[in-house]
């Protein structure tokens, strides 16, 4: 399966968008010696970019399978979850506790077993138990790593 | 001989026991699919940090030995390749674990990717010095175009389209870019606080390789995956010993192809280990056995693979070119320590270096007598939850990014790279010269910029055309240059072409 030819007009004008920008700073920030290297890379991302843009435009882009709705909806979930996880909690919430919920989380999220089987509730909560607690061994007690608290842990 | 001086250092017990434990977590992480040598290898560098530069190397040499052959054991006994490399070893290791000869076939895989790997690692050992040797004669303007060489060829081979390949490239090298100049000191690019310091190769190597494998698992969804498993009676090891002393044939062509495809730098395992089985095919009498349980199929397969590992290291080692996307993970784990790879690695670290290399050759022993041990137990270990290994992968990236450097901002390009490889991976870009790009990006530009001084200073008409473009061996590496994008780009539009013509057949 390879992705719409709509799909891979959007893809290859964000990367002629990225290009376009790196091509322009490039040549317009100084001093100009600190951009000589990005110059010459720039000039062949942007033609690079620009084919790419063509290609797609001319129906000619065949790899990829692009993104369909399906894995579109089946990854939003988990996504979001991560995006929050990562972006905000972990450093407002803490280190611990954020990752246990995200791990919890995720893990009941896309767990075949359905909600109502207390059994596999339990595992899910053993489960994250035992895998953090070898998180906190391996970077607290090992590599003595300090990770923000926020407000929990 | 001088590596013979250093095996000492192997049987350190810190050095020994962090062998031991590579070896036999880099088996069950290879037999996990869905987890990648390459992303084993970038999500295990945060833990180097607290180590030696050689302590940190063995431990990183080890998981990459191991993970490509522990990646046989889900490919025979459950037909999931555990990595890219193991896709000829399910053909016959399979069916020949359903005819009940699973211990059979994992005996034969592990020996033969022993014996592969011994003697890629000891190719390692002999080439290395005397291309490092050859290399000292490079100056500026050659590290340059080795440099480029490195994302082209990559960038060529490793993408499905040329155009996308060459394209992941430049997104790697603009991505190296980001941040203070280290000359002028001015800020380039730098969007956002986070990106004030540049892009931790760390980070970007735990994203661009775990998140879009997270992101993966998350797509299948709540789908019950059920995997057939096969019964694996007794078999006698020395029987299967005796097995591999009469397979010379398909272990030759194996260790060979292996050899000479992880000199190429960016092909890789398994173009290694499917060429390998096709030529075991083309040479054997019993063309006809092979997919259908054949123990010479496998063989060829997984030597070839292994042999491999160490060839790959050769280009690494001396001209800080990777051979395999994993190996460029390992430069990062290299850089990381302060150690730059090149022509005086072996005179200003040899210790790390030989230690390093010499703990290779000891990890495809230990490999071996490992392998066969905890087979069945890493395949039960295979058959892990996805949202387990999803959730848990995903923990892992966010506490080894951020053991970095203890920032945020590093967890934050962790993930915005990870997520923007994973779109990009669904339009054909390929995270390896991505990689190669961000890793060979510093190289690259310094060199450039330490030549254009020396051009100027050298020669009064256009200097940078002077100094880059003439003298023999700037003129062999920028036909390699050309060669690699044209090869491509001739192969790209005849597979093309190919399909067309079937599409057309098939209507």
């Given at each position: 399966m390879t992705a719409s030819r709509t799909q891979h007009l959007i893809a290859s004008s964000i990367i002629l968008v990225v290009a376009l920008i790196v091509g322009w700073l490039s040549f317009t920030q100084q001093p100009a010696e600190a951009f000589l290297f990005p110059r010459l890379i720039s000039v062949f991302f942007m033609v690079l970019a620009a084919w790419n843009f063509i290609r797609a435009f001319l129906a000619l882009s065949k790899v990829g399978e692009g993104l369909s709705a399906e894995t579109a909806l089946a990854i939003a979930p988990g996504l979001l979850v991560t995006l929050v996880y990562v972006f905000w909690a972990a450093k407002t919430v803490g280190f611990y506790a954020s990752s246990t919920a995200a791990f919890f989380i995720l893990y009941t999220l896309y767990d075949p077993e359905p909600l109502s089987n207390g059994r596999a509730w339990l595992k899910r909560v053993i489960v994250t138990t035992i895998f953090m607690a070898i998180i906190y061994a391996l970077?607290?007690?090992?590599?003595?790593v300090q990770t923000p608290r926020g407000h929990f842990l | 001989m001088e590596f013979l001086a250093y095996f000492g250092g192997v049987f350190e017990p810190v050095a020994f026991l962090l062998l031991l434990g590579g070896t036999v977590g880099g088996l069950i992480l290879g037999a996990t699919p869905g987890l990648s040598p390459t992303m084993a290898v970038a999500l295990l560098i945060p833990f180097t940090f607290h180590l030696s530069p050689t302590q940190g190397l063995i431990l990183l040499g080890a998981a990459y030995t191991s993970t490509v052959a522990g990646g046989a054991v889900s490919a025979i006994l459950l037909k999931i390749p555990g990595a890219p490399a193991n896709i000829a070893t399910a053909l016959d290791g399979n069916a020949m674990a359903r005819k009940g000869e699973g211990a059979r076939a994992l005996h034969l895989s592990f020996l033969s990717s022993g014996i592969g790997g011994v003697i890629g690692v000891l190719l390692l050992i002999f080439l290395t010095p005397l291309l490092a040797q050859w290399a000292l004669a490079f100056g500026p303007s050659h590290l340059f175009w080795l440099a480029i060489l490195g994302v082209t060829v990559i960038g060529s081979l490793d993408s499905k389209s040329f155009v996308k390949g060459l394209l992941s490239g430049c997104i790697g090298l603009w991505l190296s870019m980001i941040g203070y100049d280290d000359i002028q000191g001015a800020q380039r690019?730098?969007?956002?606080?986070?990106l004030t310091g540049g892009i931790h190769i760390i980070a970007a190597l735990i994203g661009i390789f775990a998140i879009p494998q997270v992101l993966d698992m998350f797509a299948k969804g709540r789908r019950k995956v059920v995997i057939e498993t096969v019964a694996v009676p007794v078999h006698a090891f020395s029987d299967s010993v005796r097995e591999i002393g009469r397979s010379g044939r398909p272990l030759t062509i194996g260790t060979i192809i292996g050899s000479i495809v992880g000199l190429i730098?960016?092909?890789?395992g398994q173009i290694a280990g499917l060429v390998a089985y096709d030529q075991a095919k083309k040479f054997s009498?019993?063309?006809?056995?092979?997919?259908?349980?054949?123990p010479e199929g496998l063989i060829a397969a997984e030597s070839a693979n292994n042999a491999m590992v160490g060839p790959s290291l050769v280009p690494l080692l001396t001209l800080s070119i990777p051979g395999s996307p994993t190996a460029a993970v390992l430069l990062g784990g290299l850089l990381i320590h302060g150690i730059f790879p090149g022509t005086d690695l072996f005179e200003r670290n040899p210790e790390v270096a030989w230690t390093f290399i010499n703990s290779m050759l000891i990890g495809q022993v230990l490999m071996v007598i490992f392998g066969i041990a905890i087979a069945k137990w890493a395949a039960k270990i295979a058959r892990a939850p996805l949202p387990i290994m999803a959730s848990a992968v995903l923990v892992l990236a966010l506490f080894g990014s951020y053991s970095v450097?203890?920032?945020m901002g590093d967890v934050w390009i962790m993930l915005s790279l990870g997520l923007g490889m994973y779109f990009l991976e669904k339009f054909g870009f390929s995270a390896a010269p991505v990689v190669l790009g961000l890793i060979l990006g510093p190289i690259a530009e310094s060199n450039f910029v330490q030549g254009s001084l020396i051009a100027n200073a050298v020669y009064d008409d256009w200097p940078n055309v002077m100094y880059f473009m003439t003298g023999p061996l700037n003129i062999v590496l920028i036909v390699l240059v050309i060669a690699s994008i044209g090869y491509s780009f001739l192969s790209h539009r005849a597979s093309a072409r190919a399909d067309a013509a079937q599409r057309v057949a098939a209507q």
């Open positions: 970077f607290t007690l090992l590599l003595k | 690019f730098i969007f956002h606080d986070a730098p960016g092909i890789g009498p019993h063309k006809e056995k092979f997919g259908t349980g054949h450097q203890q920032s």
